[in-house]
């Protein structure tokens, strides 16, 4: 078996149909041989059939008795006997027959047997087809007439014919086995040269497209899946590229701070409030980053929900006083009973990073609001800032998206708070998009399944 999955296909497939063409051809020969001997052997015995029926004939009128019936019918080059009733030879064709019958039939009057033998005394070797007609003469006396044609003629077709056959058969098997190969080699031909095309793609470091095959067959549509596959491997290596560069230099720039002050600290040994609240800072700075990434990761790498009953309304409330309690900005709150199935922490994260984004861009106040809309329940967050651009309301989901300078890092946003939301939204079946409100301030909307998430694990 291991030796079996070391061959190739093209291999594989020529041996498998190779042997399936030799046993159908072999079973073609066979049948055909078999059909041919019943066919001649059927021939003979007709023949012999008739010559007994007209010997039979001939003594049963009375035209000649049973001793002198041969001599008016010809043989035939058939061997022919008149048994009497008590099994004694009265007539034959041939002296060497006048000892014994030729057979065991005993057929009664009108009954006709037939039989194949080996070999007849005297024909050694020689197989034939033997008839036994029985009959009576105008007298009563019972008589049985035996005509054996011999077979040899009809043996010596079907060995000619058999090894005919069978070098035709291999001829035959041949071209085939070269017509196969031929097949397969044009058939996977565009299979190699996709290969290659492939290994070429993966030496240049995975960028570059197969060249589609015209013809519009199983192997074209293999050719355009693999390039969508390679469009998809593409984006995703430049999103991970793009991604650890942007997180290195989001922990650059900390880090950078972090050094600067134990250098300092390092020349002016002693207390120092504001280097420590500094480096406290950009503390807190790295810790927030680093757990957004790690959140980001777990929920990339299919992280499990905990599926339960939430009160989407009461997480919107208990945001509403954990905002008021900061006291940084004026927040209203539009709620109605809204309950889905869902993952209630990670939920309260998507909805609190949503807060946080629209309290670092507000120029005034925050204002939520819940309800539930058929199969579905909406939750907008709104700040009275400019909204998003429409150029640049998909992008602002991206990682570490920076759209515009009030958006960048030093607003207190590590970039991956809108990802996240996004993340976590989809893992329960809905969708978050950048809008408007009809005063034309800042939203962001939420769109959540009522029922279990389709593709959710709990």
């Known amino acids: 078996m291991r030796r079996w999955n070391a061959w190739s296909l093209r291999r594989r497939v020529l041996v498998v149909s190779a042997a399936a063409v030799t046993v159908a051809i072999a079973l073609g020969v066979v049948g055909f041989v078999v059909a041919l001997d019943r066919i001649l052997y059927s021939s003979a ?180 899946t693999m390039n969508v596959m390679l469009d998809r491997l593409e984006r995703a290596d430049a999103t991970t590229r793009r991604f650890i560069s942007d997180a290195s230099h989001e922990l650059r720039s900390p880090l950078a701070t972090i050094r600067t002050a134990m250098e300092v600290a390092a020349q002016h040994p002693g207390p120092d409030p504001e280097r420590d609240a500094v480096i406290s800072g950009e503390v807190l700075r790295m810790q927030h980053l680093v757990e957004d990434l790690l959140t980001l990761a777990k929920v990339d790498d299919g992280g499990r929900l905990t599926l339960e009953e939430v009160d989407l309304d009461d997480l919107v409330e208990a945001e509403v006083r954990r905002v008021r309690a900061m006291d940084t900005a004026p927040v209203t709150a539009a709620i109605t009973a809204a309950r889905i199935v869902g993952d209630r922490p990670k939920l309260a994260q998507a909805l609190r990073n949503l807060v946080d984004n629209a309290m670092r861009h507000t120029v005034g106040g925050v204002a939520l609001a819940v309800r539930p809309a058929g199969d579905v329940v909406v939750l907008t967050v709104d700040n009275d800032g400019k909204p998003v651009p429409l150029d640049q309301r998909e992008a602002v989901f991206e990682r570490f998206a920076r759209l515009e300078e009030s958006r960048e890092r030093d607003t207190g946003g590590s970039g991956l708070g809108l990802a996240i939301v996004r993340t976590i939204v989809e893992a329960h079946g809905g969708s978050v998009e950048a809008t408007q409100t009809p005063q034309g301030q800042c939203r962001f909307e939420v769109t959540l399944p009522r029922e279990r998430p389709p593709l959710a694990h709990s």
């Open 45 to 224: 015995q007709d023949s012999a059939r008739n010559h007994a029926h007209e010997i039979s004939s001939t003594i049963a009128s009375g035209e000649q008795p049973a001793r002198t019936a041969l001599s008016d019918v010809t043989s035939k080059g058939s061997l022919v006997q008149v048994l009497d009733s008590g099994q004694h030879v009265v007539a034959s064709s041939e002296p060497a027959l006048e000892g014994r019958p030729i057979t065991r039939l005993r057929p009664g009057p009108g009954v006709v047997q037939v039989d194949q033998e080996a070999t007849l005394r005297g024909e050694v070797g020689e197989p034939h087809a033997l008839v036994a007609e029985g009959v009576t003469d105008p007298n009563g006396a019972a008589y049985v007439v035996v005509v054996a044609n011999p077979l040899d003629v009809e043996a010596t077709t079907i060995r000619t014919a058999t090894v005919l056959l069978a070098l035709g058969a291999v001829v035959l098997l041949l071209v085939l086995i070269v017509l196969i190969d031929r097949i397969l080699e044009q058939a996977l031909e565009p299979v190699e040269r996709i290969r290659e095309e492939v290994a070429r793609i993966t030496r240049v470091s995975g960028r570059g497209h197969l060249t589609v095959p015209p013809s519009g067959d199983e192997i074209a549509r293999l050719a355009e």
